[in-house]
């Protein structure tokens, strides 16, 4: 695929996320490829990438991740880690639960976030819900997943994050940056987080 052709089809997805009308019968099939379940019930690692418009402490955020914990298909609930890690020295570790809300009229999809107390041995029936947020959904795709403020979050502001999956992680995606781009640069310069370290993987036996 060309730059030219790259440029275009970025454009067209992102110009098509950001615009909330459900009418046109193109547009209607532009936007059903914006399908959050599939980035969040990946059983890779993914990674918070970038965000604007975030709380000043998040500045200290060196790493934060989510690891696949697994699926509860009685409640279409996906249970994952969320690991952040300050300074480079403190880490905290929730974990999560996740479902997607979607609308057959209104966009964009919304993301449901109840962090949980930690679950040792993933004890998924004993959840303790801590808080919970509604994130809604600019764009996303198998390789990363665009998030706009929390309605937690402070009023009249648009605020967005990305996160992205390991293969992506590591190998940037232009595409992906070029929505967020589109979607999320009238919110303020975006943050980008430092590079998390490589978990170390056991010896082969």
Request: charged fraction near 20%; proline fraction near 5%; aromatic fraction near 12%.
């Amino acid at each position: 695929m060309s730059i030219v052709t790259l440029v275009f089809v970025c454009f067209i997805l992102a110009v098509s996320a950001v615009d909330g009308n459900m009418d046109n019968s193109e547009e209607t099939k532009l936007l059903s490829r914006i399908k959050p379940w599939k980035f969040v019930n990946r059983s890779e690692s993914v990674y918070l990438m970038k965000w604007t418009k975030g709380d000043p402490r998040l500045q200290y955020l060196t790493c934060v991740r989510s690891k696949y914990l697994g699926y509860k298909s009685e409640n279409l609930t996906v249970y994952r880690t969320l690991e952040a890690t300050f300074n480079g020295t403190r880490t905290i570790s929730l974990n999560m639960s996740l479902d997607v809300h979607y609308s057959p009229k209104l966009y964009p999809p919304i993301l449901h976030v109840r962090l949980l107390h930690s679950m040792q041995n993933l004890t998924l029936m004993s959840e303790v819900v801590v808080d919970e947020y509604k994130f809604p959904v600019g764009f996303s795709d198998i390789k990363c997943l665009i998030l706009g403020n929390s309605e937690k979050g402070e009023e009249n502001t648009t605020g967005c994050s990305m996160w992205v999956t390991e293969h992506y992680y590591e190998k940037r995606s232009l595409c992906c940056d070029f929505i967020f781009f589109l979607i999320c640069g009238s919110s303020g310069t975006p943050y980008e987080l430092p590079k998390c370290p490589r978990e170390s993987t056991p010896p082969a036996c």
